[in-house]
Every structure is written in C-alpha cells, then in structure tokens.
C-alpha cells in the first residue's frame, strides 16, 4: 500500500528557529502539496512542487525526486506558524487525480 | 481572492438520517473534491468530480454517498443514511486542473452523527 510518512509527528520549538518537517512516498509521484491545517480545522495550500524548489515569504519547499523526500523549511519561525503540517502527494497513475495524505505534524512555535 | 465555501459549518444528526453537505467551488475551476478527516486521523479522499460526472471514488464512497452540481454553481454531498462512523470533518476542495494543479479547500463541515 502506498503510504506517505512524515517526520516528526511533533514539534515544539521556540520563535525564532528554523524548522524543517520532512516527508517521504514510496512510489512515483506527479505531485506533492504542502498544506497547513488550522487549529480550527480549515485546511490552506502552501505549496504544490514536481521538482526543485519553492519559496513563499518565510516558508521553503523542497522536493528530490530520486529520493521521493520533501522538506518544509519555515525560517524565523512565529508563534502563528503553530498549526499542523501535512504533505500529501498525487501518484503516479494514469487517470490518477487523487491525493494520498501523510498524517501531519504538529508544530508548535513557543513566544 | 476567491476562496471555496462550505456550509453549514457544523451539523448535527440522528443516525439514519440523510444530510447534504454544500460546497461553492471557485468559479472557473472545474475538477472538484471531497475529502474528509475522521477526529484524531488524517485526511482520506472520497470523490473527485469533473465534467458532471465522478471521475474517481476511493472505497469510502459506497452507495450510501453521492455528489452532485445540481445548479453550476454549488457542489453537493449526500449521505443517505447516517452512520455513527460518518462522523467526521468533511473538506471540499477545487482545482483548476486535475493532479497537478493548486488545490484550494474550504474550511470544511464537522458532521457529528448520535
């Protein structure tokens, strides 16, 4: 069974750090998003990557494709950056449109 | 920025009951998506939908689930008869393309069946 794996499953860190949360799939992909579930629920799309990398403000998204691993990297990190973190990809297969969710981490940024 | 909307944001059911969930979609999209998150799991995918039609179900989506864009605008959920298990936040999700393209959720209904 394909299954997507991240690490760590928690994080507590303090305002200021550098945060990395790794995530790796088993097989081809022809997509992998970032997401970021709020406390209260509500799910927002960081970032969608094949290959290479991407940058949005403090936040950094990375993808090896030989190596199926990605890495979020949130710089300077803030106390509103607490919230749970969860890579999902997109295999590859035709017909394939359907995202296959890592089980999140939960970052918690200390003031 | 347009955003994807859902309502009602929480619903509350006896079980065997029947509930729809709504979902406005942004407008020029036209792959969409429910996904839902029993509490304490991660997400799972139930259906995606394009063109009027279901383009692919996962093994959640059994009979008791259909979905529907009865108006070119709203995108619907509907569970026919409720299971205590049904309880859950339900996401809707849309895309301008399929797999590959940014998707945007909206802020989900937390269904709790008794």
């Known amino acids: 069974k394909n299954e997507v794996e991240q690490s760590p499953q928690n994080l507590t860190a303090q305002e200021g750090e550098f945060i990395t949360i790794n995530c790796s799939y088993s097989v081809g992909i022809s997509a992998l998003h970032w997401l970021q579930q709020h406390p209260g629920g509500g799910i927002v799309s960081l970032f969608m990557?094949?290959?290479g990398k991407k940058k949005h403000g403090r936040l950094i998204a990375t993808i090896n494709i030989q190596e199926k691993h990605s890495s979020l990297h949130i710089t300077a990190s803030h106390p509103r950056d607490s919230a749970v973190y969860i890579c999902?990809?997109?295999?590859?297969?035709?017909?394939?449109?359907?995202?296959?969710f890592g089980t999140g981490t939960r970052l918690t940024i200390i003031p | 920025e347009p955003e994807v909307t859902q309502t009602p944001s929480h619903q509350v059911t006896q079980m065997g009951q029947e509930v729809i969930l709504r979902c406005v979609p942004i407008s020029n999209h036209l792959y969409f998506y429910w996904y839902r998150q029993i509490l304490g799991q991660k997400v799972e995918f139930l259906v995606s939908f394009y063109n009027n039609e279901i383009s692919e179900k996962s093994e959640i989506f059994d009979d008791q689930f259909s979905v529907e864009r009865p108006d070119g605008s709203n995108f619907t959920l509907k569970i026919r008869s409720t299971k205590l298990e049904d309880s859950a936040m339900y996401f809707c999700?849309?895309?301008?393309?399929?797999?590959?393209?940014?998707?945007?959720f909206g802020e989900g209904s937390r269904l709790t069946v008794l």
């Open positions: 999902a990809v997109v295999y590859l297969e035709v017909g394939n449109e359907k995202l296959t």
């Open positions: 990557l094949s290959s």
């Open positions: 999700a849309s895309s301008e393309f399929p797999g590959t393209g940014e998707l945007f």
